[in-house]
């Protein structure tokens, strides 16, 4: 699975933006997806996933009410709809795939997209 980030750019604080993350593949609909994220000099984040099997959505606590995921299989593609952005939402955001969601950046998530930049200003 090839995945490709897309959608981020500058956004003042309490807009909206949505990512999108396409994958290539025949077996996309098989594959949980989640979004993470990576301010500069911090960790790699968990923000969101959306199982294969029934959909069921998961949320990091810092995102919770403002953000989210959802997913088309029938476009090989994952959403990120964000809400009332926030400056400490400024990231460069990845998407990745799993066979089993992992609300951390473990081995689990498989293939990993290139990251799509989001500026939040004040």
């Known amino acids: 699975v090839q995945l490709q980030a897309s959608g981020g750019g500058l956004v003042q604080a309490g807009g909206s933006l949505r990512l999108s993350c396409a994958a290539s593949g025949r077996t996309f609909s098989r594959y949980a997806m989640g979004w993470f994220r990576q301010a500069p000099g911090k960790e790699r984040e968990f923000v969101a996933a959306?199982?294969?099997?029934?959909?069921?959505?998961y949320y990091g606590d810092s995102v919770k009410g403002r953000f989210t995921i959802s997913r088309d299989n029938a476009k090989n593609t994952v959403y990120l709809q964000m809400s009332s952005l926030k400056p400490e939402d400024t990231a460069v955001y990845y998407c990745?795939?799993?066979?089993?969601?992992?609300?951390?950046?473990?081995?689990?998530?498989?293939?990993w997209g290139q990251g799509t930049l989001v500026t939040v200003s004040s």
């Open positions: 990745a795939a799993a066979r089993v969601v992992a609300m951390y950046p473990n081995g689990n998530w498989v293939y």
């Open positions: 959306i199982n294969w099997s029934d959909d069921t959505t």
